[in-house]
């Protein structure tokens, strides 16, 4: 059965870092776009970024620019997004996404608090 399933939230204090994973399982994602996305409380889910097959072309929404880094690899089936200086604002969770599946994982929860 096909699934993607994300790995790598927690509470983090304002300024650290995070590393997030997905992990995707009963398919081969090197051909897809992949991209990540998060719903904050009380928000609507949101594009994060994306990339494309090859991982050569991220692309990111105007607010992930500068902190937040989307990379993937083919060979372990794994999409990551690294995010920096954290914020409060970037608490929820996070979703990866494999678009042309129509597939969403379960999420991580990201908390930034100090």
């Known amino acids: 059965q096909a699934q993607l399933v994300e790995s790598g939230g927690g509470l983090v204090e304002p300024g650290g870092s995070l590393n997030l994973s997905c992990a995707a399982s009963?398919?081969?994602?090197?051909?897809?776009?992949m991209s990540w996305h998060r719903q904050s409380p009380g928000k609507a889910r949101e594009l994060v970024a994306s990339i494309n097959p090859d991982g050569d072309q991220p692309n990111y929404v105007d607010y992930a620019k500068g902190r937040f880094t989307i990379s993937r690899d083919n060979t372990k089936n794994i999409l990551y997004l690294r995010i920096d200086d954290l914020k409060p604002e970037d608490t929820g969770v996070y979703y990866c996404?494999?678009?042309?599946?129509?597939?969403w994982g379960q999420g991580t929860q990201v908390t930034v608090s100090s």
């Open positions: 996404r494999c678009p042309f599946k129509a597939m």
């Open positions: 009963g398919f081969l994602f090197g051909p897809f776009t």
